[in-house]
């Protein structure tokens, strides 16, 4: 039983096949990984200052659980399908993406679907990456 449903293609297959699937579970594992990096954020701005050990504790394991999601969930399988989209669509384009669904999605709304969550996730790895590194190689500054 199918989630999302298929457009049968000229071959009298629908398109997608087993990894139609991947495609919706990415969607979703995308959704609730920014949903977690708004809540961490909101988070952190709504404990800082609190001196509350609880919270601190609290937000150290969201931010953990964020982190985790990027890297082992949300980052490689996005990147994965990402990938494989564009190499299908480039070997053979009525195999996943039909012409048919020109009349309906434009070329520059089905780059922006396919590409647009995978710009976000390098963005914010770009951004965990440098400072993850200011912290671990910045400067120790003592005053006497």
């Known amino acids: ?3 999302v449903p298929s457009i049968e293609s000229p071959r009298t297959r629908p398109t997608g096949g087993e990894l139609e699937f991947l495609t919706f579970l990415i ?3 995308q959704a609730v990984f920014f949903g977690i990096c708004v809540l961490t954020d909101l988070s952190s701005l709504l ?4 001196g509350n050990q609880e919270q601190e504790r609290q937000l150290k394991k969201l931010i953990s659980l964020r982190d985790w999601m990027l890297a082992v969930l949300a980052f490689p399988v996005g990147v994965f399908v990402v990938a494989v989209f564009w190499i299908i669509y480039a070997y053979d384009r009525e195999m996943i993406y039909p012409k048919l669904l020109d009349n309906f999605i434009p070329g520059w709304l089905n780059h922006g679907m396919v590409s647009g969550l995978k710009q976000m996730a390098f963005f914010y790895l770009k951004k965990n990456l440098l ?3 200011y912290l671990l190689f910045r400067p120790s500054i003592e005053f006497a």
């Open 131 to 133: 400072n993850s590194y």
């Open 27 to 29: 969607l979703v594992i």
């Open 47 to 50: 404990t800082r200052g609190s």
């Open 1 to 3: 039983m199918a989630l």
